[in-house]
């Protein structure tokens, strides 16, 4: 007992520093976290006022999809919060407008909101190709459907039901619902100016699972685990800046705690140099003993 004592006290002393830096950012984490529950706030009152007497998912998902193509311009959100890498945050879409990545960001959080699952999708041209457009890809309740608030697309079937990714790669069925939506709404609509890739899912992911060798490792291990990659929606942390910093900082935190645990009580020598230069012992002790000394 006396020895676990000496290294937990021993643990306190040399990770002090490192506690005091883990408890910031998890205050920090805490910061973004509330932040990030008032921006949902906005978002579930805005979408449901928007589904309001609609029953069907599908309907919500079309029903988001249009409104969030009349909002506001198109042009490249700018704007970010903390980190300009991470892009806009879904309400600063929802306040400024954005291009295809930035509205679908919105749609997706915005179907979250409703409970909703949903993910973006990149539309590649090619196997080697850089993406070129993004839609959103959500679950309703015959399967999944694919929007696109760029142009204000979706992809019925005709009874009722809608096709996602799975159906429409491989098939014309995309640029053939374009090319119907051209005729139809006419010319002053800006469906005119889309282009058949947009509409062309051969190669289209949630996520580029062989972008690096980090991606192809989480990827062996889904399989591994029996999960098909290609299924699955995209995590919905990576299109949202403000949840993605919280959960960086909490892990970052958590990280620096551990780590110093394990070295402090599995290797004891690794922290000695650490250790405080003064004894351990309480104040008193080193009065009465320099009284002893002299008497």
């Known amino acids: 007992m006396k020895l676990v004592g000496r290294r937990l006290l021993a643990w306190l002393y040399s990770t002090r520093s490192a506690a005091v830096f883990a408890a910031i950012l998890a205050a920090c984490a805490v910061g973004i976290w509330l932040s990030w529950v008032n921006d949902n706030a906005v978002l579930r009152e805005k979408a449901v006022a928007v589904t309001a007497r609609l029953t069907s998912d599908s309907a919500k998902i079309s029903a988001i999809n249009h409104w969030v193509y009349r909002n506001q311009g198109f042009a490249k959100n700018e704007r970010f919060f903390l980190v300009s890498t991470l892009g806009p945050t879904p309400n600063q879409v929802l306040e400024s407008g954005g291009d295809c990545g930035d509205k679908s960001r919105l749609v997706s959080a915005m179907l979250w909101q409703l409970r909703i699952n949903s993910g973006l999708a990149q539309i590649f041209p090619c196997q080697d190709c850089g993406p070129i457009h993004a839609v959103v890809e959500a679950e309703y309740e015959a399967g999944r459907m694919v929007v696109d608030p760029t142009w204000d697309v979706d992809y019925p079937t005709g009874d009722g039901k809608f096709l996602g990714i799975k159906e429409l790669a491989g098939t014309r069925h995309g640029r053939e619902h374009v090319a119907d939506l051209q005729w139809r709404r006419g010319a002053g609509d800006k469906v005119q100016l889309m282009p058949e890739s947009e509409a062309t899912f051969d190669f289209a992911v949630a996520v ?87 008497g």
């Open 208 to 294: 580029n699972w062989q972008k690096n060798a980090f991606s192809r490792a989480v990827a062996f291990g889904l399989r591994w685990l029996g999960y098909d990659p290609a299924q699955l929606l995209r995590p919905h942390f990576l299109e949202d800046p403000k949840l993605a910093l919280a959960l960086f900082l909490l892990i970052v935190a958590g990280m620096l705690l551990i780590t110093n645990f394990i070295l402090c009580f599995l290797f004891p020598g690794a922290t000695r140099k650490f250790r405080p230069s003064f004894p351990l012992q309480p104040p008193g002790s080193v009065v009465l003993g320099l009284h002893d000394k002299r």
